[in-house]
C-alpha cells in the first residue's frame, strides 16, 4: 500500500476533563455518568440524532431487563434511560412491569422489555445532554487520539471548520466500532456481522389499524432489505459476513440491503399507492465490529460468576435464568492509562459479546465508564488502576446491582432443560 505523507496546523480548543467519543446510549450514559461525578465533558457524535443504533439505527428496543422469573436485574441509568425514552412516546411496557415492581415467581414470567419511538428518544437524550451541562458536538468525527506514548493527550476532530484539536484528562470510547482506540494502538479484536437491514413503513392496513386503536405504535409494520436473525439463520450463502470497519465493506452492505429492500417493497406492497417506507437506519446495523481485547475477555461460560472487579450485573436477553457479572477489566487495557471503552466495544466473545453488545447493558458499561474516568482524574491514577470498592460504591449508590444475588441462580434441574447457547459464529 502507499502512503503519502502531509502536515498541518490544527487549532487547539478547550481542553476537558473527559471526552466521550459516540453519542449512542452508552457514550451518553457515560457523559452523565461523568459530568454527575463533577467532570467536564464533552461529546462527540458524527451525526446530527443522538442514540446511536437505538434510535437512528432503529433497534428501538430495550431487551428484557429482568431474569425471566419476575426479578429487574439491570437497572442504573438504564431505568433513568427508559423511562426518558416512553415518556414522550408509545411503549409496549407488559401489565405487570408498569409500575417497575419485582414480582418473584418460580414460574417463568413476562419479561421487562419495551419497544419506543426512536425519534423522540432521540429528542429527548438531546434535550438531557444540554440539560446536564455537557458540551455537545454533532456533525463531526473523532478522528485521531494524539498520543504520547501510551499516553492520550486529546482528540483531533473532522468537522465543518476542518481538523480540530481537544485536549482532555480521559478519552472514553464509545463510537462502538472501537475507532480510537485502535487509532491509539489498543489491542483489538474484528468481529463479523450478519445480512440484516431493517426498517419501517407504513401502509393502509396500518392506518386502518391504528385509527381503530388510537395507538401511534399500531401505525408500524416491518418493511427490510437483508433480515438474519442474531444466530445467522439464513445468511445467503454468497454474501460475505461483515466485519465493518472499512469504506467498502459499509458501502457494499448498504448498497447490497437498499437494493433489497426496495425489491423487498415492491414485491409485498405491489400497490405504491398503498405503503411508505417511514424511516431507513442511517447508520450501519452491525452487531459486533471491533472491540477491545481487554484485560479481561467476558464469555458464555461465565455465567453465574462472581467477579471482584463486577461494575454491573446483567441478564441474558433471549433466554431466562442467565445471569451475568460484568468485570472492569473488560473495558480497559493497562497499558494505556487513559483509555476506557464502553458499550458493543466492550470485551466479549462468542455469544457474550452478544450480552454486552445490547442496549440495557450498553448503558451500563457506559455508566461505569464515565464514573470510573472521573474517578481516575480524582485519584490522579490509571484507568486500569481506580480504587475498585470505590468505583462499586459509586455505582451502587446511583443504583446499579454489582452482583447478583446467588438465591437466583436456577437449580440444577431448572438449568438441565435451559435452552443451549447458540454459537454467534
Known amino acids: 500500500m502507499a502512503y503519502i505523507q502531509f502536515s498541518e496546523q490544527i487549532p487547539e480548543k478547550q481542553g476537558y476533563d473527559v471526552i466521550v467519543a459516540g453519542a449512542g446510549v452508552a457514550g451518553i450514559a457515560a ?3 461523568a459530568r454527575r461525578a463533577g467532570k467536564s465533558v464533552l461529546l462527540l457524535e458524527k451525526a446530527t440524532q443522538l442514540g446511536g443504533l ?4 432503529l433497534i428501538n428496543y430495550f431487551v428484557p431487563m429482568c431474569n425471566g422469573r419476575g426479578v429487574q436485574i439491570i437497572k442504573g441509568l438504564c431505568d433513568e434511560f427508559i423511562d426518558l425514552s416512553i415518556r414522550d412516546g408509545f411503549d409496549t411496557l407488559p401489565e405487570v412491569w408498569k409500575e417497575r415492581k419485582d414480582h418473584p415467581t418460580k414460574e417463568k414470567s413476562v419479561r421487562f422489555a419495551t419497544q419506543y419511538s426512536p425519534t423522540i428518544f432521540s429528542l429527548a437524550l438531546t434535550d438531557l445532554i444540554v440539560s446536564e451541562g455537557i458540551t455537545l458536538l454533532v456533525d463531526c468525527v473523532a478522528a485521531n487520539p494524539v498520543m504520547d506514548g501510551t499516553h492520550c493527550k486529546g482528540v483531533i476532530i473532522q468537522g465543518k471548520a476542518g481538523r480540530e484539536y481537544y485536549p482532555c484528562g480521559v478519552v472514553v470510547d464509545a463510537t462502538g466500532d472501537s475507532d480510537l482506540l485502535e487509532r491509539a494502538g489498543v489491542p483489538t479484536v474484528l468481529g463479523k456481522n450478519y445480512f440484516s437491514y431493517f426498517g419501517s413503513c407504513a401502509t393502509l392496513e396500518s392506518c386502518e389499524r391504528v385509527t381503530k386503536s388510537r395507538n401511534i405504535h399500531d401505525l408500524y409494520s416491518g418493511i427490510s432489505g437483508g433480515n438474519i436473525n442474531l444466530y445467522g439463520d439464513r445468511q445467503p450463502a454468497d454474501v460475505p459476513l461483515y466485519k465493518g470497519v472499512t469504506p467498502e465493506e459499509v458501502s457494499d452492505y448498504t448498497i447490497r440491503n437498499q437494493r433489497l ?6 414485491e409485498k406492497y405491489p400497490d405504491r ?3 411508505e417506507i417511514i424511516s431507513l437506519p442511517i447508520m450501519p446495523q452491525f452487531r459486533t465490529t471491533r472491540r477491545i481485547d481487554g484485560d479481561y475477555t467476558l464469555s458464555a461460560d461465565d455465567a453465574f460468576k462472581h467477579f471482584d472487579d463486577s461494575v454491573c450485573a446483567v441478564n441474558d436477553f433471549d433466554r431466562s435464568d442467565y445471569l451475568y457479572e460484568v468485570p472492569y477489566r473488560t473495558l480497559v487495557h493497562h497499558s494505556f492509562d487513559n483509555l476506557i471503552t464502553a458499550g458493543r466495544s466492550a470485551a466479549g466473545e462468542g455469544y457474550a459479546w452478544d450480552i454486552l453488545r445490547v442496549i440495557p447493558p450498553a448503558i451500563l458499561t457506559g455508566q461505569a465508564a464515565g464514573e470510573a474516568a ?11 488502576s481506580v480504587t475498585i470498592p470505590e468505583l462499586q460504591r459509586r455505582l451502587a449508590n446511583n443504583k446499579m446491582m454489582i452482583h447478583f444475588d446467588d438465591a437466583l441462580i436456577p437449580p440444577p434441574e431448572i438449568m438441565a432443560e435451559a435452552e443451549p447457547v447458540n454459537n454467534h459464529f
Do not use: P
Open 31 to 33: 457523559a452523565v455518568a
Open 54 to 57: 437505538a434510535t437512528i439505527g
Open 261 to 266: 429492500m426496495l425489491k423487498n417493497l415492491r
Open 273 to 275: 399507492f398503498s405503503r
Open 374 to 384: 472521573a474517578l481516575a482524574l480524582e485519584e490522579k491514577t490509571a484507568i486500569a
